[in-house]
């Protein structure tokens, strides 16, 4: 079975352009959600969606948004990039019925900010 | 918010040895993860825990959820290189609307031949 895939693998932007993100879950899963990794703050929760709805947000600015497509598919998109945004950013998908929280997470898209 | 404390930061052991980490939590979860993630890559589902007392293994690996609710461990036996890595402990909280893991810092593990 295939894992979570995320594309780009790798980003470079500069300050002020916006980039978007593209997660593909696992088949069957129908959870997506997207953290955001730094060494200094390690792994925060940015949202999840379920069914192309939106059920959770962590505490990020507006310029980070998502959505989620019918095939599950989700992108995420920040604009207005800031230097800080430089991170690698993970996408975990999960399967409703097996444990919301057993979150399977993609190889992440490690963006730079320049 | 819910802030997991992750200790110790980092760990350099013996090929061979056993290893212990553990993860406290200000508050209460009902699900606690244990991931480990290697450079470059995102982190991989080691073990997953639904109830307190519960003791899990997976190969070398154990956790436990804490009676308490509020901490959990991770052991590791007889290390051997792969095993090199970080390791993130996750707590969340069924119900609600509440479906975010909160991660701990990690423990940085390096595995001497």
């Known amino acids: 079975k295939a894992g979570v895939t995320q594309t780009p693998r790798y980003l470079i932007k500069t300050r002020g352009q916006q980039v978007t993100l593209s997660c593909s879950p696992i088949s069957g899963h129908r959870s997506v959600s997207w953290y955001q990794q730094t060494p200094g703050q390690g792994l925060q929760f940015l949202f999840e969606?379920?069914?192309?709805?939106?059920?959770n947000k962590g505490n990020f600015p507006g310029r980070f948004s998502g959505r989620q497509f019918s095939n599950s598919r989700s992108e995420m998109n920040v604009s207005t990039l800031e230097l800080g945004d430089s991170a690698l950013y993970l996408c975990?998908?999960?399967?409703?019925?097996?444990?919301?929280?057993?979150?399977?997470f993609g190889p992440g898209t490690r963006l730079t900010v320049t | 918010g819910q802030q997991l404390n992750q200790s110790p930061q980092s760990m350099f052991i013996q090929e061979g040895e056993d290893v212990s980490m553990n993860c406290t939590s200000s508050?209460?979860?009902?699900?606690w993860l244990w991931y480990k993630q290697d450079p470059g890559e995102g982190p991989v589902l080691l073990i997953a825990?639904?109830?307190?007392?519960e003791l899990t293994s997976n190969g070398r690996l154990t956790a436990q959820f804490g009676i308490t609710r509020k901490d959990s461990f991770l052991n590791i036996s007889a290390s051997i290189p792969s095993d090199v890595g970080i390791y993130f402990c996750?707590?969340?909280?069924?119900?609600?609307?509440?479906?975010?893991?909160?991660f701990g810092k990690g423990t940085l593990l390096t595995v001497n031949p």
């Open positions: 508050s209460i979860f009902n699900t």
């Open positions: 969606y379920f069914s192309e709805t939106q059920r």
């Open positions: 996750a707590g969340s909280n069924s119900g609600g609307s509440n479906y975010k893991l909160t």
């Open positions: 825990l639904y109830k307190a007392g």
């Open positions: 975990a998908s999960s399967r409703p019925g097996q444990g919301i929280y057993e979150q399977y």
